[in-house]
């Protein structure tokens, strides 16, 4: 029997369907991935893109040269640009204003690589710390006021080259996603003065069926509303609802937890393309008692999409049970 | 200067960044069509399939053998299904309950054809007749409340296979996109007293910058905005909340301005893989005076997918006033 759950959060509902798993070719895709013909991110090739905005660097290289391990560049097809005034402005019922934002991309290592799942553990550490430290130095612009990172894995997620990269985007507005998050939260902080986060972690330690990792300070699960096949969230046990206030023995940890998830993952579902998403508090908040930040990741399998277009329904044929215990199951060695 | 634009239904923010389409292979997917090895939704091969729901036949023909023109069957791997009691239950903070509802199949014609837009305009108002007669029948079930239809049209837009059909997902919740709209129109329709749908059509009109098709009863155009290239959207002038409420007259015009409309996607496209989808009222209300029911159409272009997956936020590289200048410049014959 098919199972309609609701997201706790936002208050979507989701059809867990497992017999659909059935249905011909509903499963599995490698990520297409093809070595570029010429790849700007490799190291050497630094004056194919803008010119860098932060790297993590050998002592005495030169900007825009190699000798970096991590390397942030503008977009350079920017859906938002740094320049220029905010100007909101509406035309009858409608409303708009200047696409005045941040769009970054991370460039994550220096040699070739297409899954952030074969980096090393310190690599992935100083990805996450660059992301940290954008977000920091941005959040300073009082025109903006949250700042999403994201990755996509692989062309059918949507990535234009294979070279590991993620991307940063700095709106002057809050994503839809986050807002409906920290309102469904809010209500829920309301009614019962508690961080539904942390109610969802107690619950998830407490019967283990959808626990991928449990580490230390950090939760590894596949929800119990997944909208996806696989979905996972990487969620801190202990609350804090900007990501930006993470501390190096935090990134410490989330190097290792986030490695051996993507590892996971990439072992269980034969490298296939993914995304995921950090959702992290407004800027122009201090820490808020009823949010959590965590990252989510989307494996992309085929045969599973279509239908949530335009209709915000999802349908996903694998119960986060059995997403999770597949995930649990595998064993990966780090570096 | 790229444009953050606010959906006035549901407040959603969408980039609108023209900048974007120089990047490399921003553009077009021709949809992969490939004649199923084995076709079960043609003529002959009913058995095939399970037995047909309801089908439009020629007089004297037999039930699951051929005749027919258009024909409903039961989805063979269902999301929902139609036996057992809607069980409603809690565990923890997480809700859940049976999935108990309808999941049909509307195979569109009994020959080979995979684009909607190649079907006889009298072909295509007989498939939105029967959307109407299934509806109808199944908003009798005091479990359901609300009949979601829609269309994937081609591989990447995840119909598994060819032949044309639609589906119709019939829920005992509301999908929450549609409720978004309900709840944005009914926070304008108290503050101003009147249907925002309206209000839309009428600016739209007004304006002429994202029309596509001013039929007498219809209009078909670009919203202001779109999440996607070329996104575009049906609506019927007067009124209705419920696509169910259509009359033999409305569907006479629909029929007309539907295969218009995707016949120029068509050819603007070269023949794209597509989805649309039918946002109507919940079955348990009567007629709103706050909704109006629509048909939005959302063609699957490369390299625009990715980064909306998991952040419902959308980046669109194209305005919605050139895709609409560029659909109504594309000429078309009707049969």
Chains 1, 2 share one sequence.
Not at 64 to 90: Q, S
Not at 187 to 192: G, H
Not at 264 to 285: M, Q
Request: aromatic fraction near 10%.
């Amino acid at each position: 029997m098919p199972e309609l759950r609701k997201d706790p959060i936002v208050g979507r509902w989701v059809i867990i369907a497992p017999e659909r798993l059935a249905r011909p070719n509903a499963y599995t895709t490698r990520a297409d991935h093809q070595k570029d013909a010429f790849d700007p991110f490799l190291e050497g090739n630094e004056d194919a893109t803008p010119p860098e905005i932060l790297a993590y660097r050998q002592p005495g290289s030169d900007a825009n040269g190699p000798g970096w391990r991590v390397r942030v560049i503008p977009n350079k097809f920017p859906a938002l640009k740094i320049e220029g005034e905010l100007t909101k402005r509406g035309d009858g019922i409608y409303d708009m204003m200047n696409g005045v934002g941040a769009h970054e991309v991370i460039i994550e290592c220096p040699h070739f690589e297409t899954n952030m799942s074969r980096l090393s553990v310190d690599n992935i550490r100083e990805v996450m710390w660059v992301y940290r430290d954008r977000l920091v130095d941005l959040k300073k612009d009082p025109r903006l006021v949250h700042g999403l990172i994201f990755k996509n894995s692989g062309r059918q997620a949507g990535a234009s080259l294979d070279h590991c990269h993620s991307q940063l985007i700095v709106n002057p507005i809050v994503p839809i996603n986050v807002q409906e998050e920290l309102d469904g939260a809010l209500e829920f902080y309301r009614y019962r003065g508690r961080c539904i986060f942390s109610d969802m972690i107690q619950q998830e330690l407490a019967t283990e069926d959808r626990v991928v990792i449990d580490s230390p300070n950090f939760l590894v699960f596949c929800p119990f509303a997944s909208r996806f096949p696989f979905e996972t969230w990487i969620i801190p046990k202990a609350h804090k609802s900007h990501f930006e206030d993470v501390t190096r023995q935090g990134i410490e940890e989330l190097g290792v937890v986030l490695k051996q998830t993507l590892r996971k993952l990439e072992l269980a579902l034969d490298d296939p393309p993914y995304n995921y998403v950090i959702h992290t508090a407004p800027f122009d908040h201090k820490d808020l008692p009823h949010y959590t930040w965590h990252l989510e990741i989307f494996p992309r399998l085929a045969g599973v999409a279509g239908f949530e277009w335009g209709s915000g329904f999802y349908i996903n044929p694998v119960a986060p049970e059995e997403a999770a215990k597949f995930l649990r199951d595998v064993d990966v060695d780090l570096d």
